[in-house]
Structures are given as C-alpha cells and as structure tokens.
C-alpha cells in the first residue's frame, strides 16, 4: 500500500531532506512514484513523477526542497495507472490545498463526479486527490481546517488515512479511517507517517492513533482529535523501543539476505515471548474455544498451514484454515459464541485480515487472538489479545523471518496444547519444547551456512527456467507453497506451490525432459515423497530435493547442487528449516535475474486494500 509522511519544523531549510530520508522507510509500502509538496513562504512547490524515491529524488532534487512543513507520498497504483499526474501529493482546485493519502476510496467514481459538478477541478484519476478535495469543499463551508478535515470522513468511504494542508497556514491535519497512522514528536520537529520506522529517524517519542481520530501538527506539538463530535483527546508520547538501525541493511546487499540471516536469533527471540507470562492468557483461549480458525493471507497463510498440521499432530486439535477473503464466504456463519479466530499478519494491517477481525466483532461472536510483527499496528491493539512475533522491522517485501517465527510460534503452541490436554506425551512435548529453544537456532544457522552456497550455484542453473513446480507433503504442505510464493513473487516466474500426492492429479502432463520439480520433505514422509519423485522422474524430469540426506533419496538427485540438504534434527524440526534453503535459492535466483529481491514490481509490503 501508499506511504505517506507529513512533518512540519522550526527549520526552513530541510524540510525537502527530512521527507526524503523519512519516507525513505517506508519505500516497502510502494515504489510506483513519489512526490513531496514543500511549503515556503505561503506558497506550495509540488514535484511528483514515477518512479522510487532515488529515482525522483536525482530526477526531480527532492531533497533540496525548502520550506517549514510538506507532506510525501509513495505510491502503490490501485485508483489510476502509475503515472506522473495520478502521482500523489495533489492539490485542490487552486494550489493552495495540497494532500495526499494512503488506502481506497470505494466511493471514488461517484464522489468524483459529484465534486466535478459541484465545480472541483479534478486532475487525476487517482482517488487520493478527492480526498484534498474534501476538504476544500468543506473549507469552502466552514473557514476551518479541522472541521473541514471531520466533515470529509461523511463524504470518502472507505479505509484510508490521510494528511493535508494550506499554503497559508503553519499547521499540517492527518486523519487515520481504517488505514495505518502513527505521529512522532522530536525537538523543534512533528511527524505524522504511516509507519512508524519513518518516524524513528525523527524522533522515538510515538503517538499511535485510533481510527476515527484526527491530527493537528505544528512545530512543537501533535493534537489529537476524535472524529465523531471533534472533541480534544489527550494522548502524550510514548518512548518507543524499536531500534532505529533495524530498517538499515547492516552490510547485506539485500535486506532479503539480512532478513534470512536473522533467522537464528529470531528463533531465540521468539522463544523468549513464548515463554513469558502472556503465554498462559493465549493457551486458555485456545483451549476455551469450541472451534478454531487460523486466517492468514499470502506467507502468512503458509505458516498457517503448517501450524494446522502441527495443531492436529501435537495437540490432536482440528483447525480450519482459511486465507483472509475466504474466511468469511466459507466459515463466516459458523461462528458461535465460543469461536476463537486466530488472525496472522506481519504488518497488522492487511485489510483481508482487518475485515475478519471487524466481521468477528460486527456480529458480536467468538474471540480474536492476533499473531503480529508491527508493534502499533490495528490488529495489535484491536484483537483480543496479540502474540508478538518478535521480529523487529521486515523490510523487504518478500516475508521471511515473520514467515519462521509464525511457525515456530504455531508449533510450540501445538505441543503446549498437546501436552496439557495429554494428546502429547509429556516427555515427548518437553524434548521437543527444548529442541525448539535450545537446537533450532543452531540447526537454522547450519542450514544457513550449509545451503548457501549451494543455493547459490543452484540459481545459475535455473536462469532461464520460467516454470516450475515446488511440491511437499505432510508437513511439508505449507513449506512447499512458501518456496513456490517466493520463487514466484522475486523471479517473476510461475513456481506452483502444491501438495505432491496431487500432482498426478493433473499437472504431471507439464513433465518433459529435464522439467524442474522442487520436492520438499522431512524424514517420515520421504517413502512416500520417493513415489512422487518417481513420477516425475520416469518422465524425463530433473527433481531437486529439500530435507535432510537419506539414502533412499541420494538416487533422484543428478547433481551435488540438486539436494539442498538441512542438518539431522528432531523430525518435528524438519519443516521449521526445509524453509531456508527455499527462501534462499530464491533470493540468489532473482539477484541472477537482475531483479532487487527487496522491490519487486507490482508489489507492496502492506496491502490495506480489498
Ligand atoms: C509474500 C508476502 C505476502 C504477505 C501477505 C500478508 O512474501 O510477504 O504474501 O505474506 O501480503 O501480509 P501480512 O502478513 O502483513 O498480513
């Protein structure tokens, strides 16, 4: 999705620096264009063209705009093809209204229209422009900014957030309706942004807002208003903890092999949350459930799935999984009182996810419990209760180490579950609770060190593949479609994540000589993986293996680089690392294409759109 920053200073000079190097951070949110709107005294220069922010910035010298207050956006195209005049910030009839907005505006046609015939001046097709709109007409009633600012929220349907301003005045106004928006405080400096890692090159000191509330920001202070009757909300800075370095690449080429590397630690760092004292609060709710739904979308949903054969293996407890714009058309009217939603999101803002969420609480049934990445974000404060994923920042779009730590979290939370309702000999779940906290950060780091180079060498062989297909089985299920996701999502190639007990089902016809199938296993299914493997191989195809080495497998594998091999451990752990040296053949296939692993086109790290 958008990303936009609005900062106003006491420091005429920067402000065009300051916006850049802020909105910067957010460059995950959306690369189609940029654009930053600087005001200087009373007037208003808009510079806005395609492209990322270095890209406009060398185009356009961004950086160098001057002036005590501006607004930034970047853009990930839904209303309006990418171009320069759909690129956001926009003005209003004149340039005295300048605004920009992140979200969708499902009113956009007829609002348009409406403001066409009203006599507005609408230059672009992008629905972030009637949002300045809004409020010029509702400037044009009242003569106040902020009142002009709530009675917009009447007119714009929707989820989006936005922020705005006039030429002839010092303040900046923001408004968060169902997108995300946190504002900072720093010395002689305000920011509102929609995340906060462009916040923290400003300040640490956070407001994090609601839905329905609005913002003043001057110099030395940020207002907060409520929407429904505009009265004043006190709401001081809190200190965030959120290490600033954490969206820098520290040495890594790509923040993809940063993200991958973390791996290992996150595996600690997971396990710490896991066993502090909230963890009792997340069991109970499981346990007190009549039914339960694990609702994710993209890697998300991955993990999901691998968390439902956990859940079934180690607690013997049934699942029903869904992907965001599922849960409601397949299970929506199988809630009761008792149902317990648990609804997985990095960001905690996919709107996908966000509508189960407000579906759950509209009809007033079941509980949420939210597995989140993003401290701050909506599901974090509107579930009913949150486990952390312990992450610190994922930049890059491609999700990796939030994609592990889900499944390290669904796994520990299945052999707790299993272990208390004695599905699960207690022996048995204490060795493999240990396994998870004392080997898995050793055992990723070796696969890390083992798969590397061997991935690596892989990729070149793939160079020119376009089409393959990556399939597991068992527990292998969700890690298969992961690797498929990412292969597809950075190489821009079809990679079809599927279970491999289907494949005869139809996709075999794709075999022919030398056709690439990626099979994932762990060690108790690769008997019946092998009978896949020969399926393909009898008809000419090349078969690259993931899982740890076994005899019965060495056979399938025409090449060293075609068996991608995760160290000996606890069967139960296989899954947790087949992961790695997927996510890392992808990583190095799409450096070979030329392709930034951390950008791919087309898409955005946070999606709050339907
Ligand atoms: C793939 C990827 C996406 C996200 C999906 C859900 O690498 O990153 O498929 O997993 O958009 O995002 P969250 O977890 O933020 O809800």
Excluded at 563 to 574: A, C, E, G, T, W
């Amino acid at each position: 999705m958008c990303g936009i920053t609005g900062i106003v200073t006491l420091d005429s000079d920067n402000i065009g620096e300051l916006l850049v190097k802020c909105s910067r951070k957010l460059t995950y949110r959306g690369y189609d264009s940029v654009g930053v709107a600087a005001v200087r005294e009373g007037k208003v220069d808009l510079r806005k063209d395609v492209g990322t922010v270095d890209e406009v910035d060398r185009l356009l010298g961004l950086s160098k705009m001057r002036g005590d207050r501006g607004i930034a956006q970047l853009r990930w195209a839904t209303y309006g093809a990418p171009t320069k005049v759909n690129a956001q910030p926009h003005f209003g009839c004149d340039e005295v209204f300048y605004g920009a907005h992140n979200g969708n505006i499902h009113n956009y046609v007829e609002y348009k229209q409406e403001l066409i015939d009203a006599g507005h001046k609408v230059r672009s097709e992008n629905d972030g422009e009637l949002c300045v709109h809004a409020v010029d007409k509702y400037y044009e009633q009242t003569g106040d900014m902020l009142e002009a600012v709530r009675l917009s929220t009447q007119d714009l349907k929707g989820a989006f957030a936005y922020t705005v301003g006039r030429a002839d005045q010092a303040e900046i106004y923001a408004v968060k309706m169902g997108s995300s928006l946190v504002a900072g405080v720093a010395d002689g400096a305000t920011i509102v942004s929609s995340d906060l890692p462009s916040v923290l090159p400003l300040t640490s000191n956070v407001i994090y807002l609601a839905d329905g509330e609005m913002l003043v920001l001057t110099h030395d202070k940020v207002r907060v208003y409520r929407v429904e009757d505009g009265k004043k909300l006190e709401r001081p800075p809190q200190r965030s903890t959120v290490d600033v370095h954490a969206a820098e690449k520290g040495g890594y080429p790509h923040f993809m092999l940063k993200e991958i590397n973390e791996q290992p630690q996150i595996a600690k760092d997971v396990m710490g949350v896991l066993a502090g004292a909230d963890n009792e609060e997340w069991l109970k709710m499981i346990e007190d459930s009549s039914r339960l739904y694990l609702v994710a979308c993209g890697s998300s949903h991955n993990a999901g799935i691998l968390g439902t054969y956990y859940f079934n293996r180690l607690a013997g407890m049934p699942v029903y999984h869904a992907i965001g714009g599922q849960f409601e058309p397949m299970y929506g009217n199988t809630l009761d009182d008792e149902s317990l939603c648990i609804l997985v999101s990095q960001s905690g803002e996919t709107k996908d996810i966000l509508n189960v969420l407000n579906h759950v609480r509209d009809a007033n049934l079941g509980k949420t419990l939210g597995v989140v990445n993003v401290i701050g974000s909506t599901l974090m404060f509107q579930a009913d209760s949150y486990i952390p994923m312990a992450c610190g920042y994922e930049v890059s779009v491609p999700a990796t180490k939030t994609y592990f730590s889900q499944t390290v979290i669904f796994s520990y939370l299945a052999a707790k579950l299993g272990e208390r309702n004695g599905h699960l000999d207690r022996s048995e779940a204490k060795t493999f609770i240990r396994s998870l906290k004392d080997d898995l950060p050793k055992l990723a780091q070796a696969t890390i060190d083992r798969t590397g180079i061997l991935t690596k060498n892989l990729a070149r062989t793939l160079v020119n593949v376009k089409d393959l297909y990556c399939l597991g089985y068992g527990f292998t299920d969700g890690v298969a479609r992961e690797g498929a996701l990412k292969i597809k999502e950075i190489c821009y190639n079809h990679c079809e994540g599927m279970y491999s007990s289907e494949f005869k089902h139809g996709p075999l016809s794709i075999v022919t000589r030398d056709y690439p199938v990626i099979f994932v296993t762990t060690t108790e299914d690769s008997w019946m993986v092998t009978n896949h493997i020969n399926e393909v191989r009898a008809r000419g195809g090349r078969t690259i293996i993931v899982g740890e080495r076994e005899d019965r497998l060495e056979p399938y594998v025409d090449a060293e680089g075609d068996y991608l091999s995760v160290p000996v451990s606890n069967v139960l752990l296989n899954p947790l690392l087949d992961v790695i040296p997927l996510q890392m053949l992808s990583y190095f296939f799409s450096v070979d294409l030329g392709v930034n692993p951390d950008l791919p086109r087309n898409l955005s790290k946070t999606l709050t759109v339907d």
